[in-house]
């Protein structure tokens, strides 16, 4: 076999592992730049955003499982950082060699919940337990992996790729981007005596 | 007044072509074209600055990504001879004018007089060529002092009674002290060892016309937009440029160096941005394309002369390379550390820098403590390994370990083994038709002892520093290597080594290497501070037998 199918080949459904996501990005990054132009427009456009890529079935159901992996409680999650923009555009731009797998993994997931819930029921409209455990039945599989790594991705960076709005993801780990920090920068060096 | 930098034509008679603006080439540039010689610095990626770098992590996330591109020029791996290399990202190293420095955490620490004679000291180790380096810390001394002055490090004099003897003081005070750096303190006093403020090449005060440190945080991985970090970049390419006598050629890949009849090098192959071929002659070449791309050039650079590869008549381009072990113990603490603001460092210990017999295996290395996480590959797995990886608990847990996260680092010493190298892989070629670098790496069974130890003390560390809960990962056999090292490696014997003392090539005599190749041993796991030490001194002896009529043209 052609070594370099795999490297063209490679994406989320290779492995699962933690460092997946930087390989992931290492292999798209001459299209991110491309993305981050196109979020950029559509940020200052101050129409309404329309998805690009996702039907709004689509785009209910991958904000439901976005929505499980990092949810709402007591402070914003996924939903309110608008993680379904960044992986809408994502979809649309650099990541679009994942289109098929992220459809595709969408029906199986549809199938899985009717299966389990009944026919009239979308994943979207199960209650949060029953998601939890149709999640938690797939959570090993590569499909659960690449909506993982696409939460994360827009849940954390920067607002201008469409996610982390209002730095609702920043505002979580308590992560600041300045570009000057004064000393102390935390308790034990503010405590520091030498 | 803005000056314009130099653009020669093809008539213009170049002295030197460098191969790569680098760590070691930006230096050899500078000193070269000071010294009145005709410059040309082939850079293999694009001349970004300043004005071009962004906190973006998504963008420039671990560097790593606009570094080598792997889908362009992809590597291969196999952990030994027997296997089959599979495509998979092995390496990692600078490709923009300034390569490795610019993205670098800038720990910039000495090598020891040991480094440079443990083989004599220490003994022969089964499964290693271990050598001496033909040179002693004494030589090089006084380049230590230069780069460390012509950059701009910071660091304390005499703060570590480890230290190896110096000529003169760093030219900057520490950087202030982080959380990561008062546990350090207060784990080590408990211990018994000794933390010291870390030398870093990040200017800690205003320094030959840049501004300070901000402590945005933005070092590994990333560029400074503020010049603080003393890349080649920020510093001597710059004032190569002002020479008038230095053109940095960027977007400009070398696949070929060429040679005469008579063995001489004449010039250089390379393609442009658009794939057209061009020739740039040159009286002299000087390789500083890194541990793995340069022993890679050697070997594509075949010809009648040279049928292995260009001054590879010893065998030894690409073998023993060594990549450093590392180690790590990790801790979560009460309160917030915040170690996503400033530099990566700021203490180090080298209580455990030397070998001892007494642990029954050959290694040694430093420990720092550090976090190093930006935020989006913190989330994706910079949790201790037992964390839920979804739901509410990850939620929480991302909360609560974010800000009071860190780890204690060790950074060991690799032995040359032979079998550990970078080759052309047969299969596989780049997006230019040209065969990728093939790694063969395996740690030595002393290098896993060494970095299993370090573990133990980076855990001893973080628990003397009373974590609220303390996790280590399994040492493995590395497959990733962020230093490449030893691959040209440098000594007397042109039968065992591929350049001589003074960096010439033992087969060529008007061709020099100078990078991380270099290297016989692979120091404490901090490289960059002996790349340009060894730089500094490579230059002094190519301009001193220039001057004398010493490098004969093969033009």
Known sequence: MDDREDISRRSFLIRSCASLGSAWIATHLADIAGAQEHAHRAAISQTSIKFEFFTSEQAAETEAIAAQIIPTDDTPGAREARVIYFIDKALATFAADDRPAFVQGLKELEKRSRKRFGKTKRFSELGSEQQTEVLKEIEKSPFFELVRTMTILGMFSNPEYGGNHDQIGWKLLGFQDDFHFKSPFGFYDAEYKS | ?555
């Open chain 2, 1 to 555: 007044m803005a000056h314009e930098p130099v653009k020669f034509d093809a008539q213009t008679d170049i002295d030197f072509v460098i191969i790569g603006a680098g760590a070691a080439g930006g230096i050899i540039a500078r000193e070269l074209s000071t010294a009145g010689f005709r410059v040309v610095v082939l850079e293999q990626g694009p001349y970004v600055t300043e004005k071009d770098f962004e906190h973006d992590e998504l963008k420039y996330m671990r560097q790593r990504a606009i570094t080598n591109d792997y889908k362009r020029q992809p590597n291969t791996f196999r952990a030994t001879e027997k296997e089959k290399a599979k495509v998979q990202p092995a390496i990692i190293y600078g490709r923009q004018v300034g390569g490795g420095t610019v993205h670098f955490t800038a720990n910039y620490w000495r090598f020891h007089e040991i480094d440079f004679n443990e083989r004599s000291r220490w003994g022969s180790i089964a499964g290693s060529e271990f050598a001496d380096w033909p040179i002693t810390y004494a030589e090089l001394e006084p380049y230590y002092t230069k780069t460390e002055w012509e950059l701009g490090v910071s660091g304390l004099a005499g703060a570590s009674p480890f230290d190896p003897p110096r000529s003169k003081p760093y030219p900057l005070p520490p950087l202030p002290i982080k959380s990561s750096g008062a546990l350090a303190e207060r784990g080590a006093k408990k211990l018994g060892w000794h933390a010291f403020p870390a030398p870093m090449a990040i200017i800690s005060q205003p320094y030959r016309g840049r501004s300070a440190c901000l402590h945005c945080g933005f070092c590994e991985y990333f560029g400074c937009e503020a010049k603080a970090k003393s890349s080649t970049l920020a510093t001597v390419i710059r004032e190569a440029e002002k020479t008038g006598l230095c053109e940095i050629r960027a977007d400009s890949y070398v696949r070929k160096i060429e040679v005469n009849k008579a063995g001489l090098v004449t010039g250089v192959t390379y393609l442009d941005n658009s794939g057209r071929e061009h020739f740039q002659g040159a009286k002299a070449v000087v390789l500083c394309a890194n541990g793995a791309e340069t022993p890679r050039l050697l070997l594509l650079s075949q010809s009648p002369q040279f049928r292995h590869g260009l001054a590879n008549s010893s065998g030894k381009v690409g073998k023993y390379l060594m990549f450093n072990g590392h180690a790590r113990a990790s801790g979560l603490f009460e309160h917030p550390l915040n170690e996503f603001k400033s530099v990566a460092v700021s203490r180090v210990i080298h209580d455990f820098y030397d070998s001892d017999p007494k642990r029954g295996f050959y290694g040694g290395g430093g420990i720092d403590m550090r976090f190093v996480s930006y935020p989006m590959n913190f989330a994706l797995g910079g949790l201790p390994p037992d964390s839920p990886r979804w739901g509410p608990q990850y939620k929480a847990l991302l909360r609560e370990h974010f800000t009071r996260t860190v780890h204690a680092t060790g950074h060991t010493t690799s032995l040359p083994v032979e079998a550990n190298s970078v080759s052309l892989d047969p299969r596989v070629k780049d997006a230019w038709g040209l065969p990728v670098v093939r790694i063969t790496y395996k740690d030595h069974a002393e290098d896993m002892k060494t970095m299993q130890f370090f573990q133990a003390r980076c855990k001893e560390l973080i628990d003397a520093a009373g974590p609220r809960k303390l996790w280590t990962r399994e040492v493995r056999n590395q497959s990733f290597g962020y230093h490449l090292l030893g691959t040209c490696r440098m000594g007397n014997d042109p039968r065992t080594s591929v350049v001589d003392k003074y960096h010439r090539a033992h087969d060529v005599s008007n061709l020099f290497i100078c990078d991380g190749s270099s290297f016989v041993t692979s120091g404490r796991g901090q490289p960059t501070c002996t790349i340009q030490a060894l730089a500094f001194r490579a230059s002094d002896h190519i301009i001193r037998m220039a001057k004398n009529g010493d490098i004969k043209s093969g033009i």
